[in-house]
C-alpha cells in the first residue's frame, strides 16, 4: 500500500498579515477536502479537484470567485488538472461565466479528445455538462469590491496528491495577472509549466510569474527531478535554484512523488500551504515566508519524507 498524501497551495507572493490566518483556514479546508476523497477510496485527480474547488470558491484567492479583472475590466480564468498513471490531462482558459473553471478541465481530461479547450467553445462544453455557472458581471463586481493591495502578489491555487495505488494528479486554477491584456493565458493550464503529473516522478502545481514559468517549463522540470530519484523537497529547491539562475521571475511550487514524500519550493516572499499524509493525526498548515532581506534569489524550501 502506497502512502496517501495531498498537499495545496494559495499561491506564492507576498500574503499580509492580515490575511494569513484566513489563507490558512482556506487551505486547510481544502486539504481536508483532498483527504477526504482519498480516505473514501477516491483516486487522486478526485483529490486535488476536490481541493481545488475549495479554494476557488474562496474570494480570498485569485481563482474562481476571486478572479483579479484584465487591463480592460474583464474576468478571463484558466485551470488544468493532470493524471500520471496514463497521461490524461484537461485545461481551459479565458473562461468567464464559470464558477469552478478546474471542474471543467476535468471534464475535459474525462473526454480525452483535446488537452485544452479555451473561451467560448469551453463555456459551451461547461453548459453542455452542467455545471454551475456565474455571471461575469457577478465576479466583476466581486473583484471591484475587493481590491487586490498593491503589494499583495499572487493567489493562484493549486493541489498534487497521490492516491493507495500510487497514482499521482496535480490540479492549478488562476485568474491571470491583475490587469493583464484579455486574451493573456498565463502557465497554469500549460502543461509542463503550471501543472504536470508523471508516476515515474509525481506531480508538481506551480504558481508566480507565468511567462517566465511557462518559458522555463517548471512543472516538467521538477517532475523530470523526481524521476532521477531526488526527493520533492531537493527536486523543488533545485528547480527553484535553476529558474531564478535563468530567468527573472518569482516562483513557487508544491511537489508530490509517488512514494508520498511532497515538497515545498518559493523564492517569493510567502506562500500559503497545508498537507496531509498517510500517518498524521490532523492537516498542517503554514505560511511558508523568507525573512526580510532575502532577496529573490534565496529560496525557501521545505518537504518531508
Do not use: Y
Given at each position: 500500500m502506497h502512502q496517501v498524501t495531498c498537499v495545496v497551495h494559495g499561491g506564492a507572493g507576498h500574503w499580509p498579515d492580515e490575511e494569513q490566518e484566513q489563507a490558512l483556514e482556506e487551505c486547510l479546508a481544502a486539504v481536508?477536502?483532498?483527504?477526504?476523497?482519498?480516505?473514501?477510496?477516491?483516486?487522486?485527480?478526485?483529490?486535488?479537484?476536490?481541493?481545488?474547488?475549495?479554494?476557488?470558491?474562496?474570494p480570498l484567492f485569485n481563482a474562481g470567485v476571486g478572479s483579479v479583472p484584465t487591463e480592460e475590466?474583464?474576468?478571463?480564468?484558466?485551470?488544468?488538472?493532470?493524471?500520471?498513471?496514463?497521461l490524461k490531462a484537461g485545461a481551459v482558459a479565458l473562461v468567464r461565466s464559470?464558477?469552478?473553471?478546474?471542474?471543467?478541465?476535468?471534464e475535459v481530461l474525462k473526454l480525452g479528445q483535446e488537452v485544452m479547450l479555451a473561451g467560448e467553445a469551453a463555456e459551451r462544453w461547461a453548459r453542455a455538462v452542467g455545471l454551475a455557472t456565474v455571471s461575469e458581471e457577478e465576479l466583476i463586481r466581486a473583484a471591484v469590491r475587493r481590491p487586490?493591495?498593491?503589494?499583495?502578489?499572487?493567489?493562484?491555487?493549486?493541489?498534487?496528491?497521490?492516491?493507495?495505488?500510487?497514482?499521482?494528479?496535480?490540479?492549478?486554477?488562476?485568474?491571470?495577472?491583475?490587469?493583464?491584456?484579455?486574451?493573456?493565458?498565463g502557465d497554469s493550464p500549460v502543461i509542463g509549466a503550471g501543472t504536470y503529473a508523471d508516476n515515474r516522478g509525481g506531480a508538481a502545481s506551480a504558481t508566480g510569474d507565468g511567462?517566465?514559468?511557462?518559458?522555463?517549463?517548471l512543472g516538467r522540470y521538477a517532475v523530470s527531478q523526481l524521476?532521477?530519484?531526488?526527493?520533492?523537497?531537493?527536486?523543488?529547491?533545485?528547480?527553484?535554484?535553476?529558474?531564478?539562475?535563468?530567468?527573472v521571475g518569482e516562483a513557487g511550487l508544491i511537489l508530490v512523488d509517488r512514494f508520498g514524500r511532497f515538497g515545498i519550493a518559493h523564492n517569493t516572499r510567502s506562500m500559503p500551504v497545508a498537507w496531509l499524509r498517510s500517518g498524521c493525526s490532523r492537516?498542517?498548515?503554514?505560511?511558508?515566508?523568507?525573512p526580510e532581506g532575502r532577496g529573490p534569489a534565496r529560496l525557501f524550501v521545505r518537504g518531508m519524507d
Open positions: 481536508r477536502a483532498g483527504w477526504h476523497v482519498l480516505q473514501s477510496g477516491g483516486d487522486a485527480v478526485a483529490a486535488v479537484v476536490a481541493a481545488v474547488v475549495v479554494l476557488e470558491d474562496s475590466g474583464h474576468v478571463e480564468m484558466d485551470a488544468a488538472v493532470m493524471e500520471g498513471k496514463e464559470v464558477r469552478n473553471p478546474v471542474r471543467l478541465a476535468l487586490t493591495p498593491p503589494e499583495r502578489i499572487g493567489g493562484t491555487v493549486g493541489a498534487v496528491a497521490v492516491d493507495v495505488h500510487g497514482n499521482v494528479a496535480a490540479a492549478t486554477s488562476t485568474g491571470g495577472r491583475r490587469g493583464k491584456r484579455s486574451g493573456r493565458i511567462e517566465a514559468i511557462l518559458r522555463f517549463g524521476e532521477r530519484g531526488l526527493s520533492p523537497a531537493i527536486a523543488g529547491g533545485m528547480a527553484l535554484a535553476e529558474i531564478s539562475r535563468r530567468l492537516p498542517e498548515a503554514s505560511i511558508c515566508s523568507i
